[in-house]
């Protein structure tokens, strides 16, 4: 079956930085757009970053662009969040999710989803 494992999260500092990780297994992991999404206490999932397939295009949420990164690695089934000048507003469950579709945003229409890595940054 499908896994995605993510790791990487924990405490950070306003202005630090984390990465976070996600190893795929169980499926064709080079036919899917890979996002990240999270979710903080008492509110919905977000949509964080997508790349697409081939990790030529990525696209992010206006409130990380700039201070966070998406990639891939193809061969080895992984899809990575570099997160830099931490907030605490950043504090949250962070899922990495699978999809068909290269324009993936909205969290209900996501195919896999990961089991989440709590990130927390305090101020």
């Known amino acids: 079956q499908v896994q995605l494992v993510e790791s990487g999260g924990g405490l950070a500092q306003a202005g630090g930085s984390l990465r976070l990780s996600c190893a795929a297994s169980?499926?064709?992991?080079?036919?899917?757009?890979m996002g990240w999404f999270r979710q903080a206490p008492g509110k919905e999932r977000e949509f964080v970053a997508r790349?697409?397939?081939?990790?030529?295009?990525?696209y992010y949420a206006d409130s990380v662009k700039g201070r966070f990164t998406i990639s891939r690695d193809n061969a080895k089934n992984t899809v990575n969040l570099q997160m830099n000048s931490l907030k605490p507003e950043d504090t949250a469950v962070y899922y990495c999710?699978?999809?068909?579709?290269?324009?993936?945003?909205?969290?209900?229409?996501?195919?896999?989803w990961g089991q989440g890595t709590q990130v927390t940054v305090s101020s």
């Open positions: 999710a699978a999809d068909g579709s290269p324009f993936v945003r909205d969290p209900r229409n996501v195919d896999y």
């Open positions: 790349i697409v397939r081939s990790g030529g295009s990525t």
């Open positions: 169980g499926l064709t992991f080079s036919s899917y757009t």
